[in-house]
């Protein structure tokens, strides 16, 4: 079997939509999915109240897993997000509270259920944390019969902590004993419930393939790796960030209109591949979209932003959006589903500035970019174009207002 070639239905389509990067043994990982139900999964620490769209990815590898008769694992890490991944970070993550992972993982659930079928048969989502089994830990038994064995040398020559040190950055020890933990997450996964294959983002590598060494070393048998690339959009930006921050797939946390708009922005180069990885539609649909040029491709980033909100949200929610996105750009009306600040009655007596409500709509970052949107000619409110800072009265206020930052970023003012 060549890598163009497995025989298997998962592998085909990771393959052929763009999500393989590596395998630790693709020939055996081919031949256990053609064998029966796989159970794989990927882990996800409760860092935030909600995932973000640089999850997307694994998650749909996840959604592609069940659809082709295989039983995806979601990994709350409960006991790791105690301790924070190092894999190529600058620094340490912020301690959190028990409360505070607690409440992220809730929060956090309800987007997994968009995606995934849980229950109890051979190919339903499993959903387990792993404080199940890292908060009961005996520290020097832990040590005796896990960390010999994991060699310090090998684990320093990982990339993801390598260029930590290179850089001369700070790498604490409980940073140290994520990889150990999450090698042990992998057994225990076996263990409980016959888990074979991790996932994850290449920068994962290294995490993965020290559970495979453990586990082969403690329990004799083989397990395997698959990684999917880091992605990065066409013009540098790393995937799923926007001028605003991050694109969160929790409706509280941003808006289904707010979704559909950023993938509606979408680059040109983009779409064909975005298609494929964040979309079920046939593979030669989205290469035809793709190579759509001029005021054609347009339609297709419809299609796309369409499509992956109805994933997420609902096809009523996407059809919403596309409807006040037309109420906006064709008709110049306000639309139901922009987001909308509130502004009370005694904010706006003691008077706010324009630029502060172009920062509370997440239109610019700071009083700063917003003064800079200004004085670009960028910034409109009711479609007018306001180049100058100044306090808006309550009557402008009390008619709501429309925000705009160039022709695609809109949010809506009332007052209360």
Request: hydrophobic content about 40%; charged content about 20%; proline content about 3%.
């Amino acid at each position: 079997m060549t890598r163009t070639q497995p025989r298997s239905d998962f592998l085909q389509v990771m393959l052929e939509r763009g999500y393989y990067a590596d395998c630790t043994n693709l020939e055996g990982l081919d031949a256990a999915l053609c064998a029966g139900p796989v159970p794989a999964y990927i882990g996800y620490d409760a860092t935030a109240a909600s995932l973000h769209v640089g999850h997307l990815l694994n998650i749909m590898m996840l959604r592609w897993l069940q659809k082709t008769g295989h039983r995806p694992i979601t990994l709350m890490g409960g006991g790791t997000t105690k301790v924070g991944d190092p894999s190529f970070r600058s620094e340490e993550r912020p301690l959190l509270t028990p409360e505070q992972i607690d409440a992220n993982i809730a929060g956090m659930k309800g987007v997994f259920a968009r995606y995934l079928s849980y229950g109890e048969g051979p190919t339903d989502a499993l959903m387990l944390n792993n404080a199940e089994w890292l908060d009961g830990l005996n520290y020097l038994d832990f040590l005796r019969d896990v960390g010999r064995h994991f060699s310090v040398n090998r684990m320093l020559s990982f990339e993801s902590v390598k260029t930590r040190l290179d850089r001369e950055q700070s790498l604490s020890f409980l940073e140290f004993n994520y990889m150990i933990l999450q090698a042990y997450d992998f057994v225990e996964l076996h263990r409980r419930h016959g888990c074979l294959l991790q996932m994850g983002g290449s920068d994962q590598w290294g995490n993965i393939v020290s559970g495979i060494d453990l586990a082969r070393r403690v329990d004799g048998v083989e397990l395997y790796g698959l990684t999917s690339p880091l992605l990065t959009t066409s013009d540098g930006r790393k995937m799923g960030k926007s001028a605003s921050g991050a694109v969160w797939l929790s409706a509280a946390m941003l808006s289904p209109y707010g979704f559909w708009q950023f993938w509606r922005n979408t680059t040109d180069a983009d779409v064909g591949r975005f298609l494929k990885l964040y979309t079920e539609l046939p593979v030669a649909e989205c290469e035809r979209l793709g190579a759509l040029g001029g005021s054609e491709i347009n339609a297709a980033k419809i299609i796309l932003a369409n499509e992956v909100t109805a994933l997420l949200h609902g096809r009523e929610a996407a059809q919403a959006a596309e409807r006040t996105a037309r109420e906006v750009f064709e008709a110049g009306g306000v639309g139901e589903e922009l987001p909308t600040i509130i502004v009370t009655a005694e904010q706006a007596a003691a008077g706010i500035a324009n630029t502060a409500l172009f920062v509370q709509a997440g239109l610019a970052a700071s009083g700063k970019e917003a003064r800079r949107l200004l004085a670009e000619g960028a910034a409109r409110i009711n479609d007018i174009v306001v180049t100058e800072p100044r306090l808006m009265t309550v009557e402008e206020l009390r008619g709501g207002l429309k925000l705009s930052a160039g022709r695609k970023r809109h949010a809506l003012v009332r007052l209360e």
